[in-house]
């Protein structure tokens, strides 16, 4: 038996388990109103192209990123080669079942790449390529071979403007080893693909130097087309409007005769072609698209295995294949009816109550396709997922700068970074920075010049090579650790994200560390719920933040972005006032980023630490006096907690301030003049609303189910204030990041922030227009606490 033979029939038997999974998962769940029309359609039109993929094309090295909406062709192809459990597919789209797009933190058959948000699983393999040469350069493969990064593409996700943003970002970076397969059935989820688009993505991927195969002709087809008469079909079919091509394909062979005889029929050889054929034989022939020809598939991937070229193949197809959906312009959100089901069940000679055995629908011996199947190179090695160790972090960070002088923590990023870039330490080899178009502005300049730009062939800074003097040496060498990106954000999330995948992905651990300013961060906020969504990890290091950069106005000045670091699951969120604190945030976020351990959570915090995740810094540019103090084991347990007493409230305390970030020195002030007025005020510096926040969170769910002892850090800081206590919280942000603290045990709580774009001027201009300010925060005291008035108050502008 040939190896065509047996792929023609893995295909079949896993098209009929993608098409029952989805009937069965609609029909199980009818009052969940479940629509998983596109994913019927979507599975039919990638069923040859993924089984030439996994049946025979790819390797174990390879990576492949499914198009969202095939997830269950993916699912029955990986239950086929054993790595999907059957009562996981007869659970599609339930709790805990396979997933409805494919998931690699969630889906236990070997997804390499999650998908579901549209285009950006694209964007990620080209990415996962770049870092695979990154770490192929360093020497770290060992003897691994580098592996393609493969997207399965619909046509319609090429509308998303992110993919050509990496597009850009492949070309300067000389991409390699990266296939893009794009699934043209001209239909997106409400229309028909315009007319010519194919020749559009011909020109934009030639010109980032791409190669681009067209597949559009099937084998029938281009036998076909060798006949008398043939080249006239050839015309046709090539200059066929898309709407057209699809109407006649859900209409079948009785309306492709009509069509055809109207328009090209000759009375001769035309005609004599296509009467030659029963109408179920010309169905067959003018859906013989090259997407749905395996011999065709097979030889086109084939061809481009020879080189490392990155390839574009678009590959022409039917949406619904084989399904009486095929063609139809609402097939994506349409659903075979149980009628449907029962024909298609009759075609494909599956018996009653065997409708999810592997091989229901074979034809062949059910040995020789296990047989086949054990031999196919991609599931030769199992499971895929790589490991590396963990890479040692020293008890302590360097802290730069001097006691009483001031430093915003910005710089002090910078210094820190700079001075792990001094040491030849295994911490130093392994950071790898990233950073669109702002390198310098988010002091990562002092690394660079140490640790050199990355690129795969070596490029001399001309400057330095003039000898024009310079701050920073800009030397492009394999041996470089900074990846420097165009300005595009989406882009450095998606590098982000394939760089703190590498230890699964390539088997190499790297510390991915990328600056971005923080407002920016809502420009790439759906390519980080991404990477966090892949369980990439990495430090967002984002500066400078809020209306504290005063002069640069609203459009440079952050608010909501603390909210984002609160609600961002698998991403723990530190605002630290001062560059100690950062010292040892950093360093607990090169030891947190690497965890994968399981197990109960910490009983002090409540958080579930031993997971690990990312980490995003919101920093500041705003130079601060740094306290002359020692770092504490109890400290430096307190600010990675989330938070501590910069001073400790007496036992007739009436009032708290609480603050986060930079606001520190209206804090510390209002602190003192009401000290003045009011009994043991206290002061706490919070350093991680977020973890604050999970924390009290977690300790209310561990309660409720039984453990009633449970405490989470915010309720111990807070227990020995009175109920009668006022709070007032303080942040340069929006003042909900803070606000929910009154609910840890009932106290008032006057939240100060900011709710309206910014705009230019001082910081004391803008502190006091939206009462940021020392006396803004002693109004706010006045009003949650009992007692005379406060003497240091001024009227409010």
């Known amino acids: 038996m040939t190896k065509l033979a047996y792929l023609n029939e893995i295909e079949r038997c896993a098209s009929w388990l993608a098409a029952w999974t989805i009937h069965h998962a609609n029909h199980v769940r009818e009052g969940d109103e479940i629509k998983v029309g596109g994913h019927q359609a979507s599975s039919a039109s990638l069923s040859t192209i993924m089984t030439a993929l996994y049946g025979?094309?790819?390797?174990?090295?390879?990576?492949?990123?499914?198009?969202?909406?095939?997830?269950?062709?993916?699912?029955?192809?990986?239950?086929?080669?054993?790595?999907?459990?059957?009562?996981?597919?007869?659970?599609?789209?339930?709790?805990?079942?396979?997933?409805?797009?494919?998931?690699?933190?969630?889906?236990?058959?070997?997804?390499?790449?999650?998908?579901?948000?549209?285009?950006?699983?694209?964007?990620?393999?080209?990415?996962?390529?770049?870092?695979?040469?990154?770490?192929?350069?360093?020497?770290?493969?060992?003897?691994?071979?580098?592996?393609?990064?493969?997207?399965?593409?619909?046509?319609?996700?090429?509308?998303?403007?992110?993919?050509?943003?990496?597009?850009?970002?492949?070309?300067?970076?000389?991409?390699?080893?990266?296939?893009?397969?794009?699934?043209?059935?001209?239909?997106?989820?409400?229309?028909?693909?315009?007319?010519?688009?194919?020749?559009?993505?011909?020109?934009?991927?030639?010109?980032?130097?791409?190669?681009?195969?067209?597949?559009?002709?099937?084998?029938?087809?281009?036998?076909?087309?060798?006949?008398?008469?043939?080249?006239?079909?050839?015309?046709?079919?090539?200059?066929?409007?898309?709407?057209?091509?699809?109407?006649?394909?859900?209409?079948?062979?009785?309306?492709?005769?009509?069509?055809?005889?109207?328009?090209?029929?000759?009375?001769?050889?035309?005609?004599?072609?296509?009467?030659?054929?029963?109408?179920?034989?010309?169905?067959?022939?003018?859906?013989?698209?090259?997407?749905?020809?395996?011999?065709?598939?097979?030889?086109?991937?084939?061809?481009?295995?020879?080189?490392?070229?990155?390839?574009?193949?678009?590959?022409?197809?039917?949406?619904?294949?084989?399904?009486?959906?095929?063609?139809?312009?609402?097939?994506?959100?349409?659903?075979?009816?149980?009628?449907?089901?029962?024909?298609?069940?009759?075609?494909?000679?599956?018996?009653?109550?065997?409708?999810?055995?592997?091989?229901?629908?074979?034809?062949?011996?059910?040995?020789?396709?296990?047989?086949?199947?054990?031999?196919?190179?991609?599931?030769?090695?199992?499971?895929?997922?790589?490991?590396?160790?963990?890479?040692?972090?020293?008890?302590?960070?360097?802290?730069?700068?001097?006691?009483?002088?001031?430093?915003?923590?910005?710089?002090?990023?910078?210094?820190?970074?700079?001075?792990?870039?001094?040491?030849?330490?295994?911490?130093?080899?392994?950071?790898?920075?990233?950073?669109?178009?702002?390198?310098?502005?988010?002091?990562?300049?002092?690394?660079?010049?140490?640790?050199?730009?990355?690129?795969?062939?070596?490029?001399?800074?001309?400057?330095?090579?003039?000898?024009?003097?310079?701050?920073?040496?800009?030397?492009?060498?394999?041996?470089?650790?900074?990846l420097e990106l165009g300005i595009a954000e989406s882009n450095l999330m998606i590098m982000l994200g394939a760089l703190g995948l590498s230890h699964s992905i390539n088997g190499v651990r790297l510390l991915p560390i990328g600056t971005v300013y923080d407002p920016f961060i809502y420009r790439s906020a759906d390519q980080l719920n991404y990477a966090c969504y892949q369980d990439a990890r990495f430090m967002l290091v984002a500066t400078p933040s809020g209306v504290t950069l005063a002069p640069e106005g609203g459009a440079h000045q952050s608010i909501g972005t603390p909210l984002i670091g609160m609600a961002q699951d698998g991403l723990c969120a530190f605002e630290p006032a001062f560059v100690d604190e950062l010292s040892v945030i950093m360093r607990f976020a090169f030891d947190y980023m690497q965890r994968k351990g399981e197990g109960d959570p910490d009983e002090t915090t409540w958080l579930r630490d031993q997971t690990g995740g990312s980490v995003y810094l919101r920093l500041s540019t705003r130079p601060l006096e740094q306290p002359l103090r020692d770092m504490r084991p109890d400290l430096a347990r307190d600010i990675v907690n989330g938070a501590y007493w910069l001073r400790p409230p007496g036992p007739n305390a009436s009032v708290v301030i609480a603050y986060q970030g930079v606001v520190a020195p209206e804090a510390i002030a209002a602190t003192g003049l009401l000290a003045e007025d009011r009994r043991d005020v206290g002061l706490m510096a919070i350093t991680s609303a977020d973890r604050l926040n999970a924390g009290w969170q977690a300790a209310e769910r561990a309660r409720q189910r039984g453990m009633t002892g449970a405490l989470s850090h915010v309720e111990r800081m807070l227990a020995p204030l009175s109920r009668d206590c006022g709070i007032v919280t303080a942040i340069d942000g929006h003042p909900a990041t803070l606000a929910w603290i009154g609910g840890v045990n009932g106290h008032r709580v006057k939240a100060l922030g900011v709710e309206h774009f910014g705009q230019t001027g001082t910081i004391a201009d803008l502190y006091r227009h939206h009462g940021l300010d020392t006396n803004a925060i002693v109004h706010a005291a006045q009003a949650v606490s009992a007692g005379p008035a406060i003497r240091y108050r001024k009227a409010l502008p």
Request: charged content about 25%; some cysteine.
């Open 56 to 482: 025979s094309v790819l390797r174990p090295q390879d990576r492949v990123a499914v198009k969202p909406h095939a997830a269950p062709i993916f699912h029955a192809l990986q239950y086929l080669a054993g790595n999907q459990t059957r009562e996981k597919l007869m659970n599609f789209r339930g709790y805990k079942g396979a997933q409805s797009y494919p998931s690699r933190t969630k889906d236990i058959d070997d997804v390499d790449f999650s998908t579901g948000s549209v285009g950006l699983g694209v964007a990620q393999t080209l990415f996962s390529s770049l870092v695979q040469d990154y770490v192929s350069a360093h020497g770290w493969m060992k003897g691994r071979p580098e592996g393609r990064m493969i997207s399965l593409i619909g046509d319609a996700e090429m509308d998303e403007g992110n993919i050509y943003e990496a597009l850009i970002e492949g070309w300067k970076h000389g991409l390699r080893n990266c296939w893009w397969i794009v699934d043209y059935n001209r239909q997106s989820l409400d229309a028909v693909i315009r007319e010519g688009l194919w020749q559009r993505f011909e020109q934009i991927f030639r010109n980032f130097g791409w190669d681009v195969m067209i597949l559009r002709h099937g084998a029938q087809q281009e036998a076909a087309f060798t006949e008398p008469g043939g080249e006239k079909l050839r015309e046709w079919i090539e200059r066929c409007p898309n709407q057209l091509y699809a109407v006649l394909t859900f209409q079948g062979g009785a309306a492709w005769r009509k069509r055809l005889l109207d328009e090209i029929g000759d009375q001769g050889p035309v005609a004599a072609l296509i009467e030659r054929r029963s109408d179920d034989a010309l169905q067959a022939l003018m859906t013989n698209l090259g997407g749905h020809d395996m011999p065709s598939l097979l030889e086109a991937f084939e061809a481009a295995s020879s080189h490392d070229r990155p390839v574009c193949f678009i590959c022409y197809t039917i949406k619904g294949y084989g399904l009486p959906l095929a063609g139809h312009k609402d097939n994506h959100a349409g659903q075979m009816t149980p009628a449907h089901m029962e024909g298609f069940r009759r075609q494909m000679a599956v018996k009653p109550g065997e409708e999810w055995d592997k091989w229901a629908a074979a034809t062949l011996p059910e040995a020789e396709l296990d047989a086949f199947l054990a031999k196919v190179p991609f599931f030769g090695e199992g499971r895929r997922r790589l490991s590396a160790p963990s890479v040692p972090v020293p008890a302590t960070l360097p802290l730069p700068g001097q006691p009483g002088k001031p430093l915003s923590t910005q710089m002090g990023f910078g210094q820190i970074l700079t001075d792990i870039a001094r040491e030849q330490s295994p911490l130093a080899e392994r950071i790898v920075t990233t950073s669109p178009d702002v390198t310098v502005s988010t002091n990562l300049g002092g690394w660079v010049n140490r640790r050199g730009l990355f690129a795969r062939e070596t490029m001399a800074d001309t400057f330095k090579a003039e000898r024009i003097p310079s701050t920073y040496s800009w030397e492009f060498g394999p041996k470089g650790q900074h």
